[in-house]
């Protein structure tokens, strides 16, 4: 096996000896004249190299042995495993849509057991927040399965993920995109999305079956916690949604046209409308922002908005935790509302709440 180093000296006699690297062509300075000294420097370089390559080899027999498939896995395996794995839906696409990026070239035909912690920094360095949270779940991914036998790049190497900044939409641009919309579909999403506050695709989804007229109420399961089996929140909806709700459908989907399409292509249409409007900033995720904030401005308990949004919402950490700014009512007062029976209490199945009356006592 050819060395990877060898030695050259700048000065016929007395100059200083390198050592160059063969494979990449740079050099290196020895900080010595003695050639028997810089002899035994370069010998050690070769050989650490060589032990290294053979530790290397080694390690992949024993590998092989309990993996056949070790020597020829490649980060494009992984990708297709995982793919494989979500079946249809949107977290598919998203993945589907990760992996096409550019800069997983560099990794896409590579052996797994073989990357080293500066093939993913070179990734990472040239990729976006997008490349950083999909290599990191591909990373841990194989982690996972054992294809992998120690980690790549240790935690606290990956660099952080900083989202952009979103905010809510305000009750002005709202109307104004209520005003411009000819489409009387769209337009009654949109309202919806202002009122209830779901994800965009929770409400294009809703169905005629999904309200109760009678109990004037919402119900609806999270596309996020369907495989979770939880109990979907009633959410008790006043005069202004149920004017919306005349309009709609009394069977099947609210939305029949928007529910056919993708979430993705949604978030287009509505960005082109506040393109036409000079509305900079927003998207339909704006609307669970808006919600957040206007429920924190009124005093709604955090326990209700998380009911209604999710209690793993961004939206609803974000406008109870700094955002939002809310003049504070005394408990005396918020108490007094609940005996008028204008605070709606919120009702558990694990126990019978108080009577209203009880909590002046």
């Not at 300075?29 to 028997?36: A, C, G, I, N, Q």
């Not at 976006?128 to 949270?133: A, G, L």
């Not at 809510?168 to 995109?177: G, N």
Request: proline content about 5%.
């Amino acid at each position: 096996m050819k060395d990877r180093y060898r030695l050259i000296r700048y000065g016929r006699r007395s100059g200083t000896f390198y050592l160059h690297d063969n494979e990449t062509g740079q050099r290196e300075s020895l900080e010595t004249k003695d050639r028997k000294q810089a002899e035994r420097l370069i010998h050690a370089r070769n050989e650490a190299v060589l032990l290294g390559r053979q530790n290397l080899q080694v390690a992949r027999v024993y590998l092989s042995v309990a993996d056949p498939q070790v020597k020829n896995r490649t980060w494009q395996v992984a990708m297709a495993e995982i793919i494989k794995g979500y079946g249809e839906g949107p977290t598919k696409r998203r993945w589907q849509v990760a992996v096409e990026q550019e800069v997983f070239d560099r990794l896409r035909n590579k052996v797994i057991v073989e990357t080293v912690a500066d093939d993913f920094k070179s990734v990472l360095n040239q990729g976006t927040v997008s490349t950083n949270v999909f290599l990191r779940r591909l990373h841990n991914f194989c982690l996972g399965m054992n294809w992998l036998p120690w980690p790549i790049l240790p935690k606290k190497m990956w660099p952080a993920v900083h989202y952009g900044e979103k905010r809510a939409i305000a009750w002005e641009e709202h109307s104004q995109i209520i005003a411009r919309e000819a489409n009387p579909e769209r337009r009654d999403f949109c309202e919806l999305c202002w009122h209830l506050g779901g994800s965009q695709t929770d409400i294009a989804s809703l169905h005629g079956e999904d309200i109760d007229w009678e109990n004037r109420t919402i119900s609806y399961v999270r596309r996020k916690l369907r495989r979770r089996n939880t109990q979907p929140p009633l959410i008790r909806f006043g005069p202004e949604v149920a004017k919306i709700l005349e309009r709609l459908p009394k069977q099947g989907p609210l939305f029949p046209y928007l529910i056919t399409v993708r979430a993705g292509d949604r978030a287009t249409e509505f960005h082109q409308r506040c393109q036409g409007l000079g509305i900079k900033g927003v998207s339909l995720h704006s609307y669970r922002y808006a919600w957040a904030e206007r429920a924190r401005k009124a005093g709604y308990p955090e326990r209700f908005a998380q009911e209604a949004l999710g209690h793993n919402s961004k939206a609803v950490h974000r406008a109870y935790a700094r955002q939002a700014k809310v003049n504070i009512p005394s408990l005396d007062e918020f108490e007094e509302l609940q005996r008028k029976n204008k605070i709606i209490p919120l009702a558990f199945e694990s126990f019978e709440a108080p009577p209203a009356a009880a909590s002046s006592k």
